[in-house]
Nanobody, 124 residues
Framework: QVHLVESGGGLVQPGGSLRLSCAASGSIFRVNDMGWYRQAPGMQRELVALIGSGGNTKYGDSVKGRFTISRDVAKNTVALQMNSLIPEDTAVYYC??????????????????WGQGTQVTVSS
């Protein structure tokens, strides 16, 4: 199993910044992509940003130029720096990892793991 723990959400005024962090732990053998998704009330979960183990990144169109994803491959952590926040960024943000585990001599297939979510509210 892989556990993802997020931190850093909260309330911020429009134009402000927040930094989200996520740490993966458990019987991890290898982590491929790590990323952030978000879900606003009544909306589908959408990609915010993704980063591969080689550092390649992908961003949702609405956050390009404002958000930056980074990762420490050795520590299995991922961070999301969010600048120039707007009310439309208000959502629950979820950390995601595509990971392979090793336990008692067996390797798993790659599976998607999710954190519990952290609320980000952008409001004056």
């Amino acid at each position: 199993q892989v556990h993802l723990v997020e931190s850093g959400g909260g309330l911020v005024q429009p134009g402000g910044s927040l930094r989200l962090s996520c740490a993966a732990s458990g019987s991890i053998f290898r982590v491929n992509d790590m990323g952030w998704y978000r879900q606003a009330p009544g909306m589908q979960r959408e990609l915010v940003a993704l980063i591969g183990s080689g550092g390649n990144t992908k961003y949702g169109d609405s956050v390009k130029g404002r958000f930056t994803i980074s990762r420490d491959v050795a520590k299995n952590t991922v961070a999301l720096q969010m600048n120039s926040l707007i009310p439309e960024d208000t959502a629950v943000y979820y950390c995601n990892a595509l990971a392979q585990t090793y336990d008692r001599g067996s390797y798993s297939n790659y599976q998607d793991y999710w954190g519990q979510g952290t609320q980000v509210t952008v409001s004056s």
